[in-house]
């Protein structure tokens, strides 16, 4: 769609998100090479089964009430589950891309996330936030923007360039 616009620049589309948006912005990058970059924040859909293991919480609980439900398709799932993980879509990112972390969060474990960011091939940039749960890092809007304004080259009305 965005291609299809005039009024858009084809050398300044990003993609950003966090959360399940992390996940996306990880996977769409991979997918579509039109992206120049992206900041994918506290990325869930990253390592299924090691989530699974890890937390007994939503949103884990509900595929490990599943697996507990349905024993035989326990492994069908998992295997499904592969065609979704964020961690597979890594390696084919070859825009730069940041993946912010928060140590303390327990929706998006940190292991999984940092596991996205070491499957990367193009240039990457981690941000941790050691001190932030999920989604509450309260500098990340900040650095994304700051981040996304330097890949695209612009400046800021007041800045030095005016």
């Not at 589309?13 to 399940?20: D, P, R, V």
């Not at 990058?29 to 924040?41: D, M, Q, T, Y």
């Not at 999984?112 to 500098?139: C, I, M, R, V």
């Not at 990340?140 to 800045?159: D, F």
């Amino acid at each position: 769609f965005l291609l299809s616009r005039p009024e858009v620049d084809p050398q300044r589309i990003f993609a950003c998100g966090s959360s399940q948006g992390g996940g996306l912005t990880l996977i769409t990058s991979a997918l579509r090479p039109e992206i120049r970059g992206g900041v994918a924040g506290y990325p869930f859909l990253c390592c299924f089964p090691e989530s699974m293991r890890m937390l007994r919480s939503y949103p884990y609980d509900e595929l490990n009430c599943y697996a507990r439900a349905y024993p035989d398709l326990a492994q069908e799932m998992l295997e499904t589950l592969r065609y979704y993980d964020a961690v597979n879509f890594a390696p084919g990112i070859k825009c730069p891309m940041v993946v912010g972390i928060a140590l303390e969060d327990e929706i998006c474990p940190p292991e999984t996330s940092y596991a996205a960011y070491q499957g990367l091939t193009g240039p990457k940039e981690l941000w941790l936030f050691p001190d932030s749960g999920h989604g509450n890092a309260h500098d990340y809007p900040a650095k994304e923007t700051e981040w996304l304004e330097r890949q695209i080259n612009l400046t800021k009305p007041g800045g030095a360039d005016d």
